[in-house]
């Protein structure tokens, strides 16, 4: 089974709705992340998290919200959604202890907004 | 603020060496990554350097490091089609926990 998943892996929806993109983690990694995937514009972190209490934006937080209901589930939502949300989220997890940064990264929903 | 490049695109043929190059702005940074993300798939670490080694090799793979330049390179020897896909250039320094990310290079490799 998959350590990171993802759910949905795909949606569509119109301008003005509600989404929630769903992450939940089996690596037992307190610190958790999403991530938007453009065309030539890379990775950008929306939010992260680094334990159940401890939320934080990313460079790119407006228009999205998160929630961590534990340590292995954290959740995005974008509240109203527009055209130029339309992208590939994923979440990522690392673990705690150092050196090494390494995330490990969910399979990705794509989100397409109408 | 910190700040990776690399080129979007690199076209080899299969059996020919290929080289993907970043350059990073963060004197600090402590670790070094190269991402590889298949198509349809998240990113997963295919190879890291710390920033006090000049070279790195596992394989197929061999990553350099010019600290004073601040280059890095990640060769790929006798390219196969299988290694068609997205590499990701990313560092982190110490404390900051969260690696910046290139932009990727997508490696197109045809017969």
């Known amino acids: 089974d998959a350590d990171v998943t993802q759910t949905p892996r795909n949606r569509i929806t119109k301008t003005g709705k509600r989404i929630m993109l769903e992450c939940s983690q089996t690596?037992?990694?307190?610190?958790m992340y999403w991530y938007r995937q453009d065309p030539g514009l890379g990775l950008r972190l929306i939010y992260y998290s680094f334990d159940v209490k401890d939320i934080n934006k990313g460079e790119i937080s407006d228009g999205y919200s998160v929630s961590r209901q534990a340590q292995a589930k954290f959740s995005l939502s974008l509240e109203s959604a527009i055209p130029n949300q339309t992208a590939l989220y994923f979440c990522?997890?690392?673990?705690?202890?150092?050196?090494?940064?390494?995330?490990?990264f969910g399979p990705g929903t794509r989100l397409t907004v109408l | 603020g910190e700040d990776v490049e690399q080129s979007l695109f690199l076209s080899v043929r299969e059996g020919d060496s290929s080289v993907i190059n970043c350059t990073y702005t963060?004197?600090?940074?402590?670790?070094l990554y190269w991402y590889k993300q298949e198509p349809g798939a998240g990113l997963q670490l295919l190879t890291y350097?710390?920033?006090?080694?000049d070279m790195k090799q596992d394989q197929r793979l061999t990553v350099l490091l010019n600290k004073k330049d601040k280059h890095l390179s990640l060769r790929i020897a006798d390219t196969q089609t299988g290694d068609s896909a997205i590499y990701f250039c990313a560092e982190s320094t110490e404390g900051s926990y969260i690696p910046t990310f290139g932009r990727g290079t997508s490696l197109i490799v045809h017969p």
């Open positions: 350097i710390f920033s006090n080694m």
């Open positions: 690596k037992g990694h307190d610190r």
């Open positions: 990522a997890t690392s673990a705690t202890r150092r050196p090494l940064d390494e995330q490990f």
């Open positions: 963060d004197s600090s940074s402590t670790y």
